[in-house]
């Protein structure tokens, strides 16, 4: 069954540092997404992303971060300087686009330190 | 953001029992809900969609949609120890973000 792939599955890294987070979709799926959830709180939206470009973006999502589609597959999420409340569990989904059913990838745990 | 609203439990049970979860929301624009069943860090996975009222059944669960007032259930029949994880409820307006609950954890003891 296709589904979701993040790498990595754990990320540390220092405050003020860039951090790019990968995404490899679902094969057919148009478009693609990005949520956080911190520690004991909701999942919550961050960016979604069609035909190459920014779809939707929630208030959280502010120019520390972008988004790219570098190539066929990949799905990244940049934060430029990372801060410690960043820290966070990192989804990716996709969804077909004839329906609304997004599909999550296991997650990518950031830890800024 | 408070657009949905979701008691977070716990919820324990006995296997075979009947489960029942539910949210509230606020947002009128909402046309498509989904029930999330999470296990311990890692990402949701989509148990159930639904468009507008109504019920919908996939095996043991069976999701049902009341927009008149704003509630959305998740019913699980013969629950089984499997079944322990976080249930989360999100509703999405059509613009593609989806705006999900707190969670419920239920633990199902054999």
């Known amino acids: 069954e296709p589904e979701v792939t993040q790498t990595p599955s754990h990320q540390v890294t220092q405050m003020g540092q860039e951090v790019i987070l990968r995404c490899v979709p679902i094969?057919?799926?148009?478009?693609f997404y990005w949520y956080r959830q911190i520690l004991g709180q909701k999942v919550e939206f961050l960016v979604s992303?069609?035909?190459?470009?920014?779809?939707?973006k929630s208030e959280i999502f502010d120019d520390q971060f972008s988004v790219e589609r570098p190539d066929g597959s990949n799905f990244t999420l940049k934060i430029r300087s990372t801060k410690l409340e960043d820290s966070a569990m990192y989804f990716c989904?996709?969804?077909?686009?004839?329906?609304?059913?997004?599909?999550f990838g296991p997650g990518t745990r950031l830890t800024v330190l | 953001q408070k657009e949905v609203e979701q008691d977070p439990g716990p919820l324990s049970v006995p296997e075979g029992a009947i489960v029942s979860l539910n949210c509230t929301y606020s947002?009128?624009?909402?046309?498509?809900f989904m029930w999330y069943r999470q296990y311990s860090r890692k990402g949701p996975e989509l148990l159930m969609y639904t468009y507008s009222s109504g019920n919908k059944e996939d095996g043991r669960f069976t999701a049902q949609v009341d927009k008149s007032s704003k509630y959305i259930s998740l019913f699980i029949r013969d629950s089984q120890p499997s079944d322990s994880a976080t249930y989360l409820c999100a509703g999405e307006t059509g613009a593609n973000n989806l705006f999900f609950g707190t969670g419920t954890r239920l633990t199902v003891i054999p």
């Open positions: 992303f069609y035909n190459n470009e920014i779809s939707e």
């Open positions: 989904a996709s969804s077909e686009g004839t329906t609304n059913e997004q599909f």
């Open positions: 947002n009128s624009a909402f046309q498509y």
């Open positions: 094969s057919n799926h148009l478009y």
